[in-house]
């Protein structure tokens, strides 16, 4: 522990900050492609939600309430998997080409997930200080959630990989493995 400040919230920091800045980096090569667009984007997800990860590990308050701050991480947490699946999408083209029913089924999950408080049920105060949160039956589809964008993610890179030929299947087997 360095002060109040523990060396683990440190490194979770330093690593945020680092994959935000490669995101920057791809993005700053080229912003008008969208798949530069929504690596940066998921690199933005990834960073904060590493940072905010971190703090709520560490117990650090990042905001007053206490409902919030337990909540916080999957609120965060919640872009990821859409920026992930929205760049596996386009990385292989330079628009993304989805029908607005695929868009409205990509997004559905997302928006019922932004309402966080849907994922705990009820809290309750275990003793003075600390309070327990059960969670609700949004938590299993926030983890399915999860689990079916970022598992499609990797089949639609992988699917590209196996079809592409020459320098982009050398990048793709890069990011895959």
């Known amino acids: 522990m360095l002060g109040n400040i523990?060396?683990?919230?440190?490194?979770?920091i330093v690593v945020s900050i680092t994959v935000i800045i490669i995101g920057a980096l791809v993005l700053k090569r080229d912003v008008k492609k969208t798949s530069n667009i929504f690596?940066?984007?998921?690199?933005?997800?990834?960073?904060?939600?590493?940072?905010?990860?971190?703090a709520h590990v560490q117990k650090?308050?990042?905001v007053s309430s206490e409902s919030f701050n337990v909540i916080?991480?999957?609120?965060?947490?919640?872009?990821?998997?859409l920026m992930l699946l929205l760049f596996a999408l386009t990385f292989t083209q330079l628009k993304l080409r989805?029908?607005?029913?695929?868009?409205?089924?990509?997004?559905?999950?997302?928006?019922?997930?932004?309402?966080?408080?849907?994922?705990f049920s009820s809290k309750f105060l275990?003793?003075?200080?600390?309070?327990?949160?059960?969670?609700?039956?949004?938590?299993?589809f926030y983890i399915f959630y999860t689990v079916g964008y970022?598992?499609?993610?990797?089949l639609i890179i992988l699917k590209h990989s196996r079809a592409s030929a020459g320098v982009f299947k050398?990048?793709?087997?890069?990011?895959?493995?």
């Open 6 to 12: 523990h060396i683990s919230l440190i490194f979770y």
């Open 39 to 54: 690596f940066f984007l998921s690199a933005v997800s990834i960073g904060v939600w590493g940072i905010v990860f971190a």
């Open 60 to 62: 650090y308050s990042l």
């Open 72 to 81: 916080l991480p999957y609120f965060v947490g919640v872009n990821i998997p």
């Open 98 to 119: 989805v029908t607005k029913r695929t868009l409205i089924l990509i997004l559905t999950p997302y928006t019922i997930l932004m309402w966080g408080s849907f994922i």
């Open 126 to 140: 275990k003793t003075d200080l600390v309070s327990e949160f059960t969670i609700g039956l949004f938590y299993f």
């Open 150 to 154: 970022l598992l499609t993610s990797f």
């Open 170 to 177: 050398t990048v793709l087997h890069s990011i895959v493995w």
